[in-house]
């Protein structure tokens, strides 16, 4: 298993932008898949994007695509979800994760992080 730390969360006015960061420890981080989730008061954990373990497939929520990116740097051991015009319902707690399987539907988690918050004004 991997480690995660999770950076980057804020209060950002609607229309705004935000980065986040997510850091792995451990030598194998390369081998997993990488992805972002996020869980708003009250409602479920909902699947917000991953990437594949070499970075050359993504997988978006319906609710995110064209706004967010998620890259990954394998020899820093970092993910990051790059987001755009931030909604007021993108206000959430951002987990990063990492798992065996990730397609369009979502990913297999095998280790989580600890969750940054993101909020966004309207």
């Known amino acids: 298993q991997v480690q995660l730390v999770e950076s980057g969360g804020g209060l950002v006015q609607a229309g705004g932008s935000l980065r986040l960061s997510c850091a792995a420890s451990?030598?194998?981080?390369?081998?997993?898949?990488m992805g972002w989730f996020r869980q708003a008061p009250g409602k479920e954990r909902e699947f917000v994007a991953a990437?594949?373990?070499?970075?050359?497939?993504?997988y978006y929520a319906d609710s995110v695509k064209g706004r967010f990116t998620i890259s990954r740097d394998n020899a820093g051991n970092t993910v990051y979800l790059q987001m755009n015009s931030l909604k007021p319902d993108d206000t959430a707690v951002y987990y990063c994760?990492?798992?065996?399987?990730?397609?369009?539907?979502?990913?297999?988690?095998?280790?989580w992080g600890q969750g940054t918050q993101v909020t966004v004004s309207s």
């Open positions: 994760a990492a798992g065996p399987v990730a397609g369009a539907k979502g990913m297999d988690v095998s280790s």
């Open positions: 451990g030598r194998t981080f390369s081998r997993y898949n």
């Open positions: 990437i594949s373990w070499s970075g050359t497939s993504r």
